[in-house]
């Protein structure tokens, strides 16, 4: 039986969760944020790095992510960071839509699945 691993869990979630040679993130939404739509997209891919290289992957093995936009306004802008991150050649299955994210001054919440390292 494959053990779970969870990462940065409390009473509630689990940033990142292990089980059977995947890698579940939680969404990752930017730190300030105050800041314009390139800004917290770095800022949560960025997040979305550091919990990969904690379940010991990286964004090469990203197998699907979800994108939540506070506005269809950002999609362009978002998609110059995304772009910029994600490795060519190795682009996931994606989805992308509007939502009313928890905190009202996030522009965007990044969810992804993995392909954990053998």
Not at 25 to 32: C, H, I, K, R, S
Request: net charge negative; glycine share 6%.
């Amino acid at each position: 039986m494959t053990d779970i691993q969870h990462f940065d869990q409390n009473h509630r979630r689990s940033r990142a969760v292990v089980y059977g040679g995947l890698v579940f993130l939680a969404g990752q939404v930017a730190n300030d944020p105050t800041g314009d739509i390139r800004k917290q997209a770095r800022e949560a891919l960025a997040k979305v790095d550091d919990m990969l290289a904690q379940a010991g992957t990286d964004k090469s093995r990203v197998l699907n992510a979800t994108i939540w936009l506070r506005d269809m306004q950002d999609y362009d802008d978002f998609n110059e960071v995304w772009d910029a991150w994600v490795v060519q050649g190795q682009t996931p299955a994606r989805c992308c839509g509007k939502v009313s994210l928890a905190d009202d001054r996030q522009r965007v919440e990044v969810m992804i699945v993995a392909a954990a390292r053998a």
